[in-house]
């Protein structure tokens, strides 16, 4: 379990990005399996991490491109529900921040213990009877999760969640688009908290050679909100991350180069251990861009 690492009324989410541009990884959890999985979690803390998202798999990630969507199969083929994340949360070694990710139908239909597979089709009705998001975020907030990223709830709709997140202490995350204007935009700015995820380009998420030239455009649209501003969709190197943090970003967002490792590791058939370095090192690489990326540029020229 994660120490919260609240002083007072502060978010932990927000005073992750206090000090130092903040790296935030995101992993599945449970891929490609339980302890395997604890294992690389903890070792991106271990490699700079300042927050974490985990994935709670379903069975249509539709803002996922193909590395994390893999990712998705081999968690929940592995035995992935609501109830086992959450005890994941509760085992997992870590002392920073931890970030649910994942989608509304879970979120809405869950109510009491083992409410059922994360593949499960949206039926309406959970164990207890209870519908709406309060039971999902009490049981998030039990074992110490810090905040949600819903990828497919319109802010629009978010009232309730929002809602049960006051009630218990938690941040709601949203992710800001590119083509994000308008009426929608200013009504996630009055709902966000803990950080805002701007997205760095068009498309579902996955590792690039190169960031996006909208990134500049993306985060000028956010530049006036009150929380940090995190950027995410395509990074993949730590020259990646000092450029998103030179641009203006409070931290850049990883997953599907760090999924990518995962994998690869699958494929390959290595030891726990050695896809755990391996994700240690690039957590220190991508941390260290992004550390980087905050100072004066006559200070680069010097060292």
């Not at 390959?268 to 550390?291: F, M, N, P």
């Amino acid at each position: 379990m994660a120490d919260d690492g609240r002083t007072g009324d502060e978010s932990a989410l927000a005073a992750a990005f206090a000090d130092e541009p903040a790296f935030v990884p995101y992993l599945a959890a449970g891929d490609p399996d339980y302890e395997s999985s604890l294992a690389y979690v903890e070792a991106l803390a271990r490699g700079g991490a300042d927050v974490i998202e985990l994935g709670l798999p379903f069975s249509e990630p539709i803002a996922e491109g193909p590395t994390i969507q893999h990712a998705v199969v081999r968690s929940l083929e592995a035995g992935m529900t609501p109830e086992r994340f959450f005890e994941f949360v509760a085992d997992v070694d870590v002392d920073v921040p931890l970030v649910c990710m994942t989608y509304y139908n879970l979120v809405y239909q869950f109510g009491g213990s083992e409410a059922g597979s994360a593949s499960d089709s949206a039926s309406g009705e959970t164990a207890s009877g209870e519908q709406g998001p309060r039971a999902f975020v009490e049981r998030a907030a039990e074992v110490g999760i810090e905040g949600f990223v819903i990828p497919d709830l319109p802010a629009e709709e978010s009232g309730p969640l929002r809602e049960a997140c006051d009630e218990f202490g938690l941040d709601l995350v949203f992710i800001v688009a590119p083509t994000t204007e308008g009426e929608r935009l200013e009504r996630m700015r009055e709902q966000v908290s803990g950080y805002v995820y701007v997205q760095a380009r068009l498309g579902t998420t996955g590792a690039r050679e190169d960031v996006s030239d909208q990134t500049d455009a993306s985060l000028a649209r956010v530049a006036d909100w009150e929380v940090p501003k995190a950027v995410g969709f395509g990074i993949k190197t730590g020259e990646h991350a000092e450029r998103i943090v030179r641009a203006g970003a409070d931290g850049v967002i990883v997953g599907s180069a760090l999924v990518d490792i995962v994998a690869e590791g699958v494929e390959d058939g290595d030891a726990t251990d050695a896809v755990a370095e391996r994700l240690e090192a690039k957590a220190r690489e991508l941390k260290a861009g992004a550390v980087r990326g905050a100072r004066p540029q006559a200070e680069q020229g010097e060292r």
